[in-house]
């Protein structure tokens, strides 16, 4: 998968950024870059983000809650989507996520 980039300014979530589950290995890489204050989140659903009308969204067990630093984080194990939701504050948090496999 080729480097997907999405961002969010102000309170709000991001559009989500749908991962391949085809790959073999999945393995996902991503980095959150803030400019400003912000609190954010990156979160993941198991849900088709293409055909389910309100996905499930969990939190990442490490990159949660983060205020106003840049931070780095993977998922080993297959996930649907992810994205980033900022909590609070009305800086910009922009998320790259790039998984392994086909480019």
């Known amino acids: 998968m080729r480097q997907q980039v999405v961002s969010q300014t102000g309170v709000?979530?991001?559009?989500?950024i749908p991962m391949n589950l085809d790959s073999n290995p999945f393995n996902v890489g991503f980095g959150v870059v803030v400019t400003g204050t912000v609190t954010y989140t990156?979160?993941?659903?198991?849900d088709n983000p293409w055909t389910?009308?309100?996905p499930v969204?969990?939190?990442?067990?490490?990159?949660?809650?983060?205020?106003s630093v840049n931070a780095d984080g993977n998922y080993a194990f297959p996930v649907a989507a992810i994205k980033v939701v900022v909590t609070a504050g009305a800086g910009t948090a922009a998320l790259t996520v790039i998984q392994s496999g086909i480019a």
Do not use: L, M
Request: hydrophobic share 40%.
């Open 57 to 67: 969204w969990f939190d990442h067990p490490t990159i949660a809650a983060k205020v």
């Open 12 to 16: 709000g979530s991001s559009a989500s």
């Open 52 to 54: 389910t009308a309100n």
């Open 42 to 46: 990156v979160q993941h659903t198991f």
